[in-house]
T-cell receptor
């Protein structure tokens, strides 16, 4: 089983829609997690940290389900600028990255 | 944003060439990292330096040779690369906390897009 698994997508959604996707991790002892976003041909940038049950930042909500070993990211009221690849990251003294979920928001 | 800079941004080299990638962080962090990102694959951690000491080498071939002269600078020396080494090479830095608590937030440079012919 891969350390971090993500649905690659793409998720194609209209502006204003809500989109959500999950990430599963293999190490049940993992304590902290991140969501990074990566635009095409750019570097990853931190979107959110997820330390306890979840975190909310404006239109973005991250949730952690330790029992099922997954974290989710929900984007409300999608904007065109939300189009990117979202990387799930698990922090086990080093960072383990998922391959990313691609989201495309269309006008 | 200029927290972590990398040069060059693009590099094309032959298999017999020797080149170096440079990374500099202006964030006062104590750890630096090299990652490789190939198309449609997760970022692969290559090397980790904490306080200028290499703490991790993820079974990287010897044709990749890192150098960390101080906590702000990191180099990746390349020689006799293979076409499959073509990828985006990302440098990152973080402030590693010795105690528990917050996770290891890493900040990335813009990357060097390497093509090996």
């Amino acid at each position: 089983r891969k350390e971090v698994e993500q649905d690659p997508g793409p998720f194609n959604v209209p502006e204003g829609a809500t989109v959500a996707f999950n990430c599963t991790y293999s190490n049940s002892a993992s304590q902290s997690f991140f969501w990074y976003r990566q635009d095409c041909r750019k570097e990853p940038k931190l979107l959110m940290s997820v330390y306890s049950s979840g975190n909310e930042d404006g239109r973005f909500t991250a949730q952690l389900n330790r029992a099922s070993q997954y974290i989710s990211l929900l984007i409300r009221d999608s904007k065109l600028s939300d189009s990117a690849t979202y990387l799930c990251v698990v922090n086990d003294y080093k960072l383990s990255f998922g391959a990313g979920t691609t989201v495309t928001v269309r006008a | 944003e200029t927290g972590v800079t990398q040069t060059p941004r693009h590099l094309v080299m032959g298999m017999t060439n020797k080149k170096s990638l440079k990374c500099e962080q202006h964030l006062g962090h104590n750890a630096m990292y090299w990652y490789k990102q190939s198309a449609k694959k997760p970022l692969e951690l290559m090397f980790v330096y904490n306080f200028k000491e290499q703490t991790e080498n993820n079974s990287v071939p010897s044709r990749f040779s890192p150098e960390c002269p101080n906590s702000s600078h990191l180099f990746l020396h390349l020689h006799t690369l293979q076409p499959e080494d073509s990828a985006l090479y990302l440098c990152a830095s973080s402030q590693v906390k010795t105690s528990g608590g917050e996770g290891n937030t890493q900040y990335f440079g813009p990357g060097t897009r390497l093509t090996v012919l």
